[in-house]
Nanobody, 126 residues
Framework: QVQLVESGGGSVPTGGSLRLSCAAS????????VGWVRQAPGKEREAVAA???????NYIDSVRGRFTISRDKAKNTLYLEMNSLKPKDTAMYYC????????????????????WGQGTQVTVSS
């Protein structure tokens, strides 16, 4: 099994920045692809960024150019750098990981991951 623990969420004003971290433990050798998924109240969850098994990186259009996903395999840690935050970015953000060998775009479209963290809240005030 894999355990994922997020940190770094908080409340910021419009235009602010946050850096989310996700520490993985357990059977981390199982992790091939990773991503960040968010869910706002009353809305469906959406994968905002992902790194595929081939190293491909992809973002949904609404965060492209503002968010950066990165991974430090040596530290078993995943990051999401979020800049120019907007109120519509307010959501619970989840770290997610998968065992399958697929491109980043697959995870953005399917939001299908095998492991999930407990989430960290991001609130952007107007």
């Amino acid at each position: 099994q894999v355990q994922l623990v997020e940190s770094g969420g908080g409340s910021v004003p419009t235009g602010g920045s946050l850096r989310l971290s996700c520490a993985a433990s357990g059977a981390t050798d199982d992790i091939v692809s990773v991503g960040w998924v968010r869910q706002a109240p009353g809305k469906e969850r959406e994968a905002v960024a992902a790194i595929g098994s081939d190293g491909s990186i992809n973002y949904i259009d609404s965060v492209r150019g503002r968010f950066t996903i990165s991974r430090d395999k040596a530290k078993n840690t995943l990051y999401l750098e979020m800049n120019s935050l907007k109120p519509k970015d307010t959501a619970m953000y989840y770290c997610a990981a998968a065992r399958s060998h697929l491109k980043a775009l697959y995870y953005l479209r399917s939001v299908k991951f095998d492991y999930w963290g407990q989430g960290t809240q991001v609130t952007v005030s107007s």
